[in-house]
């Protein structure tokens, strides 16, 4: 029987999502790869029991993640029925939907025939009575965004989903968001963007609209999906990400590398393995509530935690960090 670390609030740090009563763990555990039903259960388990041994208390997943698609949400409500149980008031447990998840027109994007009917698709799936985070997983462009978040302050008032959130969403479509949610008298807990070293798009306008706004702000692949590690270093190992994905398999160029390798030495100055500062680094900004980061072995959820050991970064640290991102 599990029996989570009666130590396991005593050293992470918590932030607050934008100007909400949430608070998030400065690092918080996704489940896009590696909980799904191709993955092997005990290893998924094993991570969930350790990040929350270590503080984790926020659990990203989504609809479509697996594979299969809905089998992450299968294996984690397994797994939460078995040792979380009795946790549940401890843990912030997000979904998602906007993605293609079943065939026809009612299966992907946003209307609030889709949105809501996959919401009761991912309670069932994981067993719960509510999810803490519903999110709009992207925006629809034919969808009016009225219908799309009509949804999600639905779901809340229904009592599927405490917060609602979006992703993907732009700085200009964000602003308009917080507004309609606002109107409709459930604000807008948080947004979900891509960013890291390597993806630096929220610099362009969305942060700002969400530091104004009071939003909170949860980046995801701060790791830029494991090139910002020592994992691609000598190459690309057997067991990782890029060895079963082509797309990340592309990026892993000889320029990429040569970014990695000097950012590597910058971190290791830093006393920090690559990973840790990767994570440091979105963290350095205040507006930035949680990173996100995914995991597929027990040792890399304590790498991820250990980077809030060292989140302060000198001007001239950054100054060389962007000097080689270019
Ligand atoms: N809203 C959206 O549209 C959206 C999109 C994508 C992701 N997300 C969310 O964000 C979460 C994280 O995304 P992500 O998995 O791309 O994040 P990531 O943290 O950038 O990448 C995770 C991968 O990096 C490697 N890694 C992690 N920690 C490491 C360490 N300490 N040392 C060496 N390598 C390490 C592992 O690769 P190996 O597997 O190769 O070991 C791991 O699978 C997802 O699970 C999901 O919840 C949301």
């Known amino acids: 029987m599990y029996v989570a670390d009666s130590k396991r609030y005593d050293s992470m740090q918590y932030r607050r999502s934008g100007r909400s009563g949430i608070q998030l763990p400065a690092v918080s555990l996704g489940l896009w790869h590696n909980f799904g039903g191709v993955d092997n259960f005990e290893n998924s388990r094993a991570m969930l029991r350790r990040a929350f041994d270590l503080g984790i208390t926020h659990f990203d997943l989504a609809n479509n993640y697996g594979p299969p698609y809905g089998s992450a949400e299968e294996n984690f409500g397994q797994i939460f029925k078995k040792d979380f149980l009795p946790y549940r008031d401890e843990l912030i447990i997000s979904t998602k939907a906007g993605w293609d998840m079943w065939p026809g027109p009612y299966g992907d994007l946003g209307s609030r025939k889709y949105?809501?009917?996959?919401?009761?698709?991912?309670?069932?799936?994981?067993?719960?009575?509510?999810?803490?985070?519903?999110?709009?997983?992207?925006?629809?462009?034919?969808?009016?965004?009225?219908?799309?978040?009509?949804?999600?302050?639905?779901?809340?008032?229904?009592?599927r989903a405490l917060y609602v959130g979006i992703s993907a969403y732009?700085?200009?479509?964000?602003?308009?968001?917080?507004?309609?949610?606002?109107?409709?008298?459930?604000?807008?807990?948080?947004?979900?963007?891509?960013?890291?070293?390597?993806?630096?798009?929220?610099?362009?306008?969305?942060?700002?609209?969400?530091?104004?706004?009071?939003?909170?702000?949860?980046?995801?692949?701060?790791?830029?999906?494991?090139?910002?590690?020592?994992?691609?270093?000598?190459?690309?190992?057997?067991?990782?990400?890029?060895?079963?994905?082509?797309f990340l398999k592309k990026q892993d160029t000889e320029a990429t590398m040569a970014k990695v390798q000097t950012l590597n030495e910058i971190a290791h100055a830093r006393g920090q393995s690559l990973a840790e500062m990767a994570v440091a680094w979105v963290l350095r900004d205040p507006r930035v509530t949680s990173a996100l980061v995914g995991t597929s072995k027990v040792s890399q959820v304590d790498d991820n935690v250990a980077a809030l050991k060292n989140l302060k970064f000198s001007a001239d640290e950054l100054k060389k960090i962007d000097g080689i991102l270019g």
């Open 115 to 159: 949105l809501l009917a996959s919401l009761d698709q991912s309670l069932k799936r994981m067993g719960l009575e509510y999810v803490d985070i519903f999110y709009h997983h992207r925006p629809d462009p034919d969808t009016p965004m009225e219908e799309s978040l009509g949804a999600l302050d639905m779901a809340a008032r229904s009592g």
């Open 170 to 246: 732009n700085a200009k479509q964000t602003a308009e968001a917080v507004k309609i949610l606002r109107a409709l008298g459930t604000p807008c807990l948080i947004h979900q963007p891509k960013y890291s070293m390597f993806v630096r798009d929220p610099e362009q306008g969305l942060l700002d609209v969400l530091g104004k706004e009071g939003v909170g702000c949860i980046v995801f692949s701060p790791l830029a999906q494991g090139l910002l590690s020592d994992r691609y270093l000598k190459g690309v190992p057997a067991d990782s990400r890029a060895a079963r994905n082509v």
